[in-house]
């Protein structure tokens, strides 16, 4: 049955995109988050559906669901184009949850 199941991801966003975060998450239930792959060697990929668990800064900010593959997209801050992938928040924590952050993007629990 292997890769048909969905899986859960977490998305470790860097201090510099707190407020990408905050504006994402004020924007509940229709903002959407677009977030580079990284430069991380991954053998496998979020797909569409696949659940993320976002966190920033030790803490889990918002979960949501897939929603565009990846996908290559204009960076207005870097000025380059990237590798992005979409996720819709179907939650924003409120609650302070702590969840470290790992050393790449993307991240298979």
Known sequence: ???SMMKTWQLS???SDINYINKVCDHFPTGLLNYDKGSANMKLLPKLGD???VTCRAKLRCIGVVCRDFHIAFNPILKVNELCLT???TKVVKEGVHLKG???NWTLL
């Open 87 to 89: 996720v819709m928040l």
């Open 51 to 53: 659940e993320v668990y």
């Open 102 to 104: 790992r050393r790449r």
């Open 13 to 15: 966003m860097g201090r």
């Open 1 to 3: 049955m292997g890769d």
